[in-house]
Nanobody, 120 residues
Framework: QVQLVESGGGLVQPGGSLRLSCVASGIIRSVNRMGWYRQAPGKQRELVAHINRGGSTDYADSVKGRFTASRDNAKNTVYLQMNSLKPEDTAVYYC??????????????WGQGTQVTVSS
């Protein structure tokens, strides 16, 4: 069974920084694209950033220049460095990944989410 577990959320003041981590565990043959999404109260879940296995990234316009996604393929881990945080970044952040499981099938998996609150 493949699981994604996020960590690193919390409360931070505007202008501050946080670093989120997400580890994919289980019997995994390969992990392709990994990404971060977020969902604020009363809003739809939206893409924050994607990073493929080779390191190419794609960001939502609202976070470009402030957030940086990176990954460690050996550890099946993806990170999200968030700088210059704004109150509108407040949301539950979810990790997702395209995983090739031991059964030889690709699937999209989601983490349980981690709360990020930006407030003074």
């Amino acid at each position: 069974q493949v699981q994604l577990v996020e960590s690193g959320g919390g409360l931070v003041q505007p202008g501050g920084s946080l670093r989120l981590s997400c580890v994919a565990s289980g019997i995994i043959r390969s992990v392709n694209r990994m990404g971060w999404y977020r969902q604020a109260p009363g809003k739809q879940r939206e893409l924050v950033a994607h990073i493929n296995r080779g390191g190419s990234t794609d960001y939502a316009d609202s976070v470009k220049g402030r957030f940086t996604a990176s990954r460690d393929n050996a550890k099946n881990t993806v990170y999200l460095q968030m700088n210059s945080l704004k109150p509108e970044d407040t949301a539950v952040y979810y990790c997702n990944a395209d995983v090739l499981s031991a059964r030889g099938t690709w699937g999209v998996y989601w983490g349980q989410g981690t709360q990020v609150t930006v407030s003074s």
